[in-house]
């Protein structure tokens, strides 16, 4: 009896499913596309749909939070609340493609990871790995970079090397497949920081070398001189000075990180303590205990104090020796304390998401028996929903067909009313008066039928509809584009795709004319688009990428294509005539 009602409530759910499917998906689709290399502009595309939100279902809604969020982690926002993504990966458990899924508990990672649940936050990434398809055409490779990448960082911070190596590895293997080649390389060369915590020097300068000869290759010098910093403490920390100098004088001259006085970029002062050890080496104790100091200043004083005591020890300062010892020590007493508080923080957030899992497990367990009382009652509801929802979307589908008819009727009473309009500009000309009478209550009479036929189905005039169009957010943008708004004026692919989705929304009739029946090219269409929302020739040129000869040529192809006419210079005045 169980499996049967599980069977039963299924065969409803599907049903439900196909007769409500989702509004905005390929939209919010095309914005979490877009967020991936310019987030500023997909919240603004975003932020247009906030007003219909009251009118979607559960899924739009769900899929609508889920760009949001990674809009937000896109644009580096600190979540502090696991409320809304738990929410969100409840719904994906059963539903949404395989990339929503994968999308869902990355950002459910990201959460944890910023309210401090570092081992929640690494079972949410293998859930996420878990939910790829990379045997998928569409596979989004974008998250999956981005979760090996983060699993790295938590790896790094645990201070487990291999665990960081494995994801490393995966992150720069998919870096390889899908982003170009100096990205692959110098994303290669964080392998560094695990070979450095296993004391794997010898794997490090491999690794280093590597990646300064890649670089070079490709003529990115400047990358390829910074990569060197590393090796220069190691060949330094062997006693192999010649090829420390070497090092040091390629990053030094090539890396761009020093202005002309021989200081570092802000945030790289760590170099003063890596150099400083160089010239202790060399015996240069002067120039050693002047960059030590430099690393003071700057905040890295571990190593500087240890290098101030080795400076003391060589001029047997035996005071300043003491001191630093002193300093030294108390350094390394601090970093020992910071290592063990956070220690015990991770192991505190471990012991507690176990116990967390316990009672989750104890309470679904509970909650699971209650279904089970409940479930056959909704059965049967569901089943009578069902059935109304069938009869609606069957009525829905019925009275569609009716309005297309309609459209059809409507296409072929404007096509009639434009050619007896061209007909009546050609006898105006002779001055027939007879037939230009006879031609204008014909028109009247057409005009007459065009207003019967969109009042019947409560069909607006395509110059409301083109006014809607106008208004609509995906316009506005293109229209912002033009006026030097928006970082570039040259719209996306995702953003051309939107603009027609909008179009087919407001202007049906229209858009199964110039889209799907005339068979126009895409410039040819772009450029239609842009002509009905009366934007200049030359902001057309700038949009399209294209040239003025190439407009005009599109101009008059579309024209024969549509009106039957070859010239270009009637195509705008066509157009808008067609939507009167």
């Known amino acids: 009896m169980r499996k049967t009602s599980y069977f039963f409530l299924g065969l409803i759910v599907c049903i439900l499913t196909a007769c409500n499917g989702r509004k905005i998906a390929s939209q919010l689709d095309n914005i979490c596309y877009i967020a991936n290399s310019n987030p500023d502009s997909a919240l603004v595309l975003l932020n247009k749909f906030k007003d219909e939100e009251k009118e979607w279902n559960r899924g739009d809604r769900i899929h609508y939070e889920l760009t949001k969020m990674h809009i937000e982690n896109k644009k580096y926002v600190t979540f502090s609340s696991d409320s809304t993504i738990k929410e969100i990966v409840g719904y994906y458990k059963n539903s949404g493609t395989a990339n929503e899924k994968m999308l869902a508990y990355y950002i459910l990672g990201r959460v944890y990871s910023d309210i401090g649940e570092a081992p929640k936050a690494l079972e949410a990434y293998y859930d996420a790995i878990n939910m790829a398809d990379t045997t998928s055409s569409d596979c989004d490779y974008n998250t999956l970079i981005g979760i090996y990448g983060q699993m790295s960082t938590i790896f790094h911070k645990q201070n487990l090397p291999h665990d960081e190596i494995w994801a490393l590895k995966h992150y720069i293997d998919y870096i390889r497949k899908h982003e170009d080649l100096k990205e692959y390389i110098i994303e290669k060369e964080q392998l560094v920081r695990p070979y450095c915590l296993l004391n794997e020097k010898d794997s490090v300068l491999s690794l280093i070398n590597k990646t300064y000869s890649a670089l070079k290759q490709l003529g990115e010098d400047q990358a390829a001189a910074d990569a060197l910093v590393v090796s ?17 004088d390629i990053f030094e001259k090539e890396s761009g ?324």
């Open 232 to 248: 220069i403490y190691i060949y330094t920390e062997r006693g192999e000075l010649a090829k420390a100098k070497q090092a040091i």
């Open 257 to 580: 990180l020093f202005d002309k006085y021989g200081n570092i970029k802000k945030g790289r002062e760590a170099y003063y303590n890596t150099k400083g050890f160089y010239e202790l080496a060399v015996k240069n104790i002067d120039s050693a205990e002047q960059y030590f100091r430099k690393a003071i200043k700057y905040g890295y004083k571990e190593n500087a104090y240890k290098g101030l005591l080795s400076v003391y020890r060589e001029s047997g300062n035996l005071d300043s020796v003491v001191h630093y010892s002193i300093l030294y020590e108390s350094s390394l007493d601090s970093i020992h304390n910071k290592k063990q508080i956070e220690t015990i923080h991770q192991m505190s957030s471990l012991y507690n998401y176990n116990r967390i899992q316990r009672e989750a497990e104890m309470e679904k367990t509970k909650a699971h028996n209650a279904k089970l009382v409940a479930i056959n009652c909704v059965v049967v509801f569901l089943f009578v929903v069902s059935l109304l929802s069938i009869y609606y979307h069957h009525n829905q589908r019925k009275k569609k067909a009716e309005i297309r008819h309609l459209e059809k009727s409507l296409y072929s009473a404007k096509s009639q009313k434009i050619e007896i309009q061209e007909e009546l500009q050609q006898l105006r000309a002779k001055n027939y008066e007879a037939l230009i009478k006879s031609k204008e209550a014909k028109m009247q009479e057409l005009k007459s039928t065009i207003a019967e036929l969109q009042k019947k189905q409560n069909i607006p005039s395509e110059a409301d509809e083109l006014q809607e169009f106008a208004n609509s957010n995906i316009a506005q943008l293109f229209y912002k584009k033009s006026e030097n708004k928006t970082e570039k004026l040259v719209p996306t692919n995702a953003e051309w795709e939107l603009l027609l989705q909008e179009f087919n929304k407001y202007m049906p009739a229209a858009y199964e004319r110039f889209c799907i029946n005339a068979s126009l090219s895409t410039l040819e269409l772009h450029t239609t688009i842009l002509l009905i929302l009366n934007f200049p020739e030359g902001i057309i040129v700038k949009m399209t990428a294209s040239s003025s000869p190439a407009i005009s040529t599109a101009k008059a192809r579309a024209n024969y294509k549509l009106f039957n006419k070859k010239e270009a210079s009637s195509f705008k005045r066509n157009l808008i005539s067609s939507l009167k």
